[in-house]
């Protein structure tokens, strides 16, 4: 996020260091070019934050033969030994607030409902701790029938939207309106992301 460039590189300028910030643009193969260049240049470290937690391998590979350390910042860079560091939020902590603003707003804990909800997951390793944060408060009300899931689509692997893309959000939400709203309310969307929360709110109106 900007505010994560913005205190980052604060930090890193006060501790003597000259910051370069680069941006992969929603695209995995961007930002690994970007990274190899940067590697190319002789930085003396890296902090990455991958678009694709699958897709760093091999620049992440070529810094450690440069002996450059790696950060892997906000989402794990997977497939990998290579990584130094791994810094991250509480990922489940987040999945549970998030769905606890469903609990509490809909009242389900004090027996209101029952309600209809579908869940837009994302699609990377930091979309399964959301996920299952999420799951840990709302597996209770899904199991007494508080919440119910019309589309019957509950498991991450039905329910990830492909690179957090909302349209692709927002055209599996067409679907599922189209196909099993047509006489039912649907009170609560579960999404993990402003990306795909967007893509469900178009769909929704």
């Given at each position: 996020?900007?505010?994560?460039?913005?205190?980052?590189?604060?930090?890193?300028t006060?501790?003597?260091?000259?910051?370069?910030?680069?941006?992969?643009?929603?695209?995995?193969?961007?930002?690994?070019?970007?990274?190899?260049?940067?590697?190319?240049?002789?930085?003396?470290?890296?902090?990455?934050?991958?678009?694709?937690?699958?897709?760093?391998?091999?620049?992440?590979?070529?810094?450690?033969?440069?002996?450059?350390?790696?950060?892997?910042?906000?989402?794990?860079?997977?497939?990998?030994?290579?990584?130094?560091?791994?810094?991250a939020?509480d990922?489940?902590?987040?999945?549970?607030?998030?769905?606890?603003?469903?609990?509490?707003?809909?009242?389900?804990?004090?027996?209101?409902?029952?309600?209809?909800?579908?869940?837009?997951?994302?699609?990377?390793n930091?979309?399964?701790?959301?996920?299952?944060?999420?799951?840990?408060?709302?597996?209770?009300?899904?199991?007494?029938?508080?919440?119910?899931?019309?589309?019957?689509?509950?498991?991450?692997?039905?329910c990830?939207?492909?690179?957090?893309?909302?349209?692709?959000?927002?055209?599996?939400?067409?679907?599922?309106?189209?196909?099993?709203?047509?006489?039912?309310?649907?009170?609560?969307?579960?999404?993990?992301?402003?990306?795909?929360?967007?893509?469900?709110?178009?769909?929704?109106?």
């Open positions: 996020t900007q505010k994560d460039q913005e205190y980052l590189t604060k930090y890193l006060e501790m003597g260091y000259e910051v370069n910030v680069q941006f992969g643009k929603g695209d995995a193969n961007i930002q690994a070019s970007s990274i190899e260049n940067m590697i190319t240049s002789g930085v003396a470290g890296l902090i990455i934050s991958p678009f694709d937690s699958s897709s760093m391998t091999k620049v992440i590979e070529l810094a450690h033969e440069n002996n450059i350390p790696v950060i892997s910042y906000d989402s794990l860079c997977l497939n990998t030994e290579y990584i130094d560091y791994y810094s939020d990922l489940e902590g987040i999945g549970a607030c998030q769905a606890q603003y469903i609990v509490d707003h809909l009242g389900v804990a004090e027996g209101k409902g029952p309600f209809n909800i579908e869940i837009v997951a994302g699609a990377d930091n979309a399964t701790y959301f996920y299952k944060g999420a799951m840990d408060v709302l597996s209770p009300y899904l199991d007494d029938g508080s919440l119910v899931v019309p589309s019957g689509q509950i498991e991450f692997a039905v990830g939207t492909p690179e957090w893309d909302g349209s692709k959000a927002q055209s599996r939400m067409d679907s599922i309106l189209s196909t099993y709203y047509t006489d039912r309310r649907l009170d609560a969307v579960l999404t993990q992301n402003d990306g795909i929360a967007l893509g469900a709110i178009s769909s929704l109106k």
